[in-house]
């Protein structure tokens, strides 16, 4: 059951650089979608969220990308900063109340 | 800030054996849930808990899995007979309400199942 989709395993960008890490979801029941921040032994971290009315959500360094007919989302992050290397999971939900995670990506930012 | 507490945060068990993994939500959070991560694998839904019962679950949580809200401020997870393949980080979240949001996040307990 693959209902949200990160088909990058890891990213690698240059400190100062735009990284952008992609999501595509098959649910068309989801109308709402998020992106979590996780460091290795603790719990995620809620970043960004975009509903389904939206088509952009911007929040300081982080925006989010989200287009509805091609089913997919973006977390663009700029500048990218030595601390933003994570991994980063997008969610989203539905009619129920439970997230749905994708795979993950994991970031690395080089300074 | 207030934030969802999770104990252990390791605990190692024999197969075959009873787990308990404890959790304190937020306290004004009305929807809890718990999901796991096994090592190098997606974050995987297992329960949502609502009004004092079960409101959604998977296919994972099967009859060896129960949770409780036994004193309204823990909210625990049951394995009751371990094995290999539970090992895993579970983690505890809550949410204030149904309407979207996002979830809040423990810090995960470490279960490994020898």
């Known amino acids: 059951d693959q209902q949200v989709k990160q088909n990058s395993p890891s990213l690698s960008v240059q400190e100062g650089r735009i990284s952008i890490l992609n999501c595509d979801y098959t649910n068309s029941m989801f109308d709402y979608f998020l992106w979590y921040k996780k460091y290795p032994a603790e719990g995620p971290t809620f970043l960004i969220s975009i509903s389904s009315i939206k088509d952009k959500n911007e929040d300081g360094r982080f925006t989010v990308f989200l287009n509805k007919s091609a089913k997919h989302l973006s977390l663009h992050i700029v500048p990218s900063q030595p601390g933003d290397s994570a991994v980063y999971f997008c969610a989203a939900s539905g009619l129920g109340n439970k997230l749905v995670f994708g795979a993950g990506t994991i970031l690395r930012v080089k300074s | 800030e207030p934030e969802v507490t999770q104990t252990p945060s390791h605990q190692v068990t024999q197969m075959g054996q009873e787990v308990i993994l404890r959790c304190v939500p937020i306290?004004?959070?009305?929807?809890f849930y718990w999901y796991r991560q096994i090592l190098g694998q997606k974050v995987e839904f297992l329960v949502s808990?609502?009004?004092?019962?079960?409101?959604?679950k998977s296919e994972i949580f099967d009859d060896q899995f129960s949770v409780e809200r036994p004193d309204g401020s823990n909210f625990t997870l049951k394995i009751r007979s371990t094995k290999l393949e539970d090992s895993a980080m579970y983690f505890c979240a809550s949410r204030p309400n149904r309407v979207n949001g996002e979830l809040f996040f423990g810090e995960g307990s470490r279960l490994t199942v020898l």
């Open positions: 306290s004004n959070h009305l929807y």
């Open positions: 808990f609502y009004n004092n019962e079960i409101s959604e």
